[in-house]
C-alpha cells in the first residue's frame, strides 16, 4: 500500500511517499526534481500533480512573508513620524516658554516624594538625652506579653 503527502519544508516543495514493504512502513522524501525524472509516467503525473499544491502554497508563503516585512517597515516608519512630531511639539512649547525650562526632576529629588514627613518634623531637633529603643523582634518562643512589656519601660 502506498501514500503520497505533499509537504513543504524549509522552503522546498518535497513528496512524502509511504509504503508497506515487507510488513514495516518506509517513507521517502522526493524533491520536485526528483519527482519529475521519475521513471515510470503514471507515477510521474501523480507527483506532478501532488507538488502543483505544494508549489502554490509555497508561493502563498512567500507572498505572506513578503507582505509581513512591508507591514513592519510602514509601522516602523509611522513610529518615527510620531515621535518627530512629538519631538516638534516639544520644541514648540519650550519656543513659547522662551526657552525657559522647568528643572528636570533628578532621581535624588524623587527619593522624597513618597516620604509622609514634613519640613517641620525635619527640623525638629532631636533632644541630647534620647534614648533610641532597641527591641528584639517577637518570634513566638516566648510569651507576648512579656515581650509588649519592653515597650512600657
Not at 507582505?67 to 513620524?81: D, F, G, S
Not at 512629538?86 to 514648540?92: F, I, N, R
Not at 528636570?104 to 533610641?132: G, M
Request: hydrophobic residues 35%; charged residues 25%; glycine residues 4%.
Amino acid at each position: 500500500m502506498r501514500t503520497v503527502t505533499p509537504t513543504v519544508g524549509s522552503r522546498r516543495p518535497t513528496l512524502e511517499l509511504r509504503s508497506t514493504e515487507e510488513g514495516r512502513p518506509t517513507t521517502v522524501l522526493l524533491t520536485r526534481n526528483q519527482a519529475a525524472s521519475s521513471s515510470n509516467g503514471d507515477e510521474e503525473d501523480t507527483l506532478q500533480r501532488l507538488l502543483r499544491p505544494v508549489a502554490s502554497l509555497q508561493a502563498c508563503s512567500d507572498e505572506q512573508t513578503w507582505l509581513n516585512v512591508e507591514a513592519e517597515e510602514r509601522h516602523r516608519k509611522a513610529e518615527e513620524e510620531e515621535l518627530c512630531h512629538q519631538l516638534t511639539a516639544v520644541k514648540a512649547t519650550v519656543e513659547k516658554l522662551g526657552g525657559a525650562v522647568a528643572p528636570l526632576l533628578t532621581p535624588s529629588t524623587q527619593v522624597f516624594w513618597a516620604q509622609p514627613f514634613s519640613e517641620e518634623i525635619d527640623e525638629t531637633v532631636i533632644p541630647l538625652n534620647f534614648r533610641e529603643v532597641v527591641i528584639k523582634p517577637f518570634d513566638r518562643t516566648q510569651d507576648p506579653h512579656i515581650h509588649l512589656q519592653a515597650f512600657q519601660t
